[in-house]
């Protein structure tokens, strides 16, 4: 936190003629898409008007950040605490897919974090400090790859696009899982309690989140236009990958249909300037127009899922690299299919959220609708850690090199370093992101001069 800060924002808040709303913006926010108990709300309530007095009065200090947050974050005010380098998660709840399209949220670091110069392979290039966002709503667009590179990631995975437009789920799409702290053992049923209102302070390694997006898109011409500039946006030490899914346009079921829109999807991306595509095999959220409630991971299906990916590797350029997102999947799945996909991919990824039954405290579903949603963060640390390890052997056994990118539950350097330390070529994060914009800074800082495995600088 920069030197001042809290007290420049005070007279930011009291200039602005702010502080004295903050009570009512606050309890507005926190009750937009349900109302916490009555005793619950008094206390948040009360906690805010508390604030408002001491900011009146000059009376706050850095004791009161992690309140101030909470407050200015719900009050729709985040935006205030970015100006003034103050931590705020980097994706505005209450706000709209397509308003945080255009607006990245949280502070941008006055100069770009970078490993001095060291480099590192990935899927035929080489790239700075091997850290970066996965296919997510913080990489959904130009503004917020931009964004990214400038805080330090440096694997960039733009978010999910579709070959037709597509909207997203109702809000709320993203909610902490507050009580989420440790954990899940891998291929355990999660069963998770989130809030609407609930809460976990930015930087926190014990963050956990669901969400429930629906896979939107942007039409074709929109979002090709977008990519087309992200990736004149990236420079020599980042590497722009582009996810992207298909979908049975008839409802047939027709596997040869929905490998035939993954590829002209995925060519799509290419002819937009992608120089490598991700197939999201893996995702969660996708809602099943036939039989209601949400579909299970493609992945599930080794037929399907080695047919959509030998489709779209045939209509693809030699030259444009191919990565298979996974979700996470139990010894006898991963073993029988990775041999099948090795052959045909540059790289592998994963693993996605993991499908979740997730309900509020008082019982009624957290996101309208929806049972089912991903949930991320170090709840899922450990089946990452496993599904990572398992991957790497099967690489090694099997005989065909293929690239590992590694996520789940990195929040804080340790748990980066120890997906990298398994075999994993580049490490990325979502949930971790989204409660710290600065985290791939404080993985630098932290790793930067030691990470192994780096090779010269072309």
């Known amino acids: 936190m920069p030197p001042g800060a809290v007290a420049r924002l005070r007279d930011d808040l009291v200039a602005r003629r702010l502080a004295e709303g903050l009570p ?5 926010g926190v009750t937009r898409f349900g109302r916490p108990p009555q005793a619950e709300l008094d206390a948040l309530t009360g906690a805010a008007t508390d604030l408002e007095a001491r900011l009146a009065a000059g009376a706050v200090g850095e004791a009161d950040v992690p309140l101030l947050t909470r407050v200015l974050f719900f009050a729709g005010q ?19 897919f397509r308003d945080n399209l255009a607006r990245p949220l949280g502070p941008r670091a006055a100069e770009r974090p970078a490993a001095g110069g060291r ?7 080489t790239i700075g400090f091997p850290i970066g966002v996965p296919a997510c709503v913080l990489n959904g667009s130009e503004a917020w790859v931009r964004h990214n ?41 999660a069963d998770v309690v989130s809030d609407p209102w609930d809460w976990v ?26 990519l087309s500039r992200a990736v004149a946006a990236v420079g020599d030490e980042q590497l722009l990958l582009v996810s992207v899914m298909g979908e049975d346009p008839d409802g047939t079921g027709r596997v040869d249909a929905l490998a035939g829109d993954f590829a002209r999807t995925a060519r799509l991306a290419e002819e937009a300037g992608a120089p490598v595509v991700e197939l999201n095999l893996s995702c969660p959220n996708t809602l099943d127009r036939s039989a209601g409630g949400v579909r299970p991971p493609l992945c599930l299906d080794a037929d399907a899922t080695v047919a959509v990916v030998a489709a779209v590797r045939r209509a693809l350029d030699d030259r444009t690299g191919l990565v298979a997102k996974l979700a996470w999947l139990d010894e006898p799945a991963l073993a029988g299919l990775v041999p099948r996909l090795a052959p045909l991919v540059d ?8 499908q979740s039954r997730v309900r509020r405290s008082d019982g009624a579903a957290t996101f309208p609708g929806r049972e ?5 963060g170090i709840a899922v640390r450990d089946p990452a850690l496993d599904f990572t390890r398992r ?63 780096a090779v010269e600088a072309p």
């Open 347 to 354: 790289g592998i990824a994963g693993i996605n959220t993991v």
């Open 201 to 226: 302070p930015p930087g926190s390694a014990t963050v956990s989140s669901v969400n429930s997006f629906g896979v939107p898109s942007p039409d074709p011409g929109e979002w090709m236009a977008d």
């Open 149 to 189: 590179v400038a805080n330090g990631w440096n694997v960039l995975t733009y978010k999910t696009v579709r070959g037709r437009a597509h909207p997203p789920n109702e809000q709320p799409n993203w909610t902490f899982a507050a009580r989420q702290t440790a954990s899940l053992a891998p291929g355990a049923a």
């Open 78 to 96: 985040a935006d205030l605490l970015s100006a003034h380098g103050l931590p705020t998660p980097a994706y505005d709840v209450l706000g709209s």
């Open 119 to 125: 480099r590192w392979p990935l899927l035929g290039r």
């Open 391 to 453: 991957l790497v052997a099967l690489r090694e056994a099997g005989g065909v090199h293929f690239d590992v990118l590694a996520m789940g539950g990195v929040t804080d350097p340790g748990s980066f370093a120890a997906l990298f330390a398994l075999g994993a070529d580049a490490v990325q994060s979502a949930a971790g992101a989204f409660a710290d914009p600065f985290l791939a800074r404080r993985c630098i800082a932290a790793l930067g001069e030691t990470l192994p495995r």
């Open 372 to 376: 089912l949603a991903g949930l991320s």
């Open 24 to 28: 009512a913006a606050f309890t507005a």
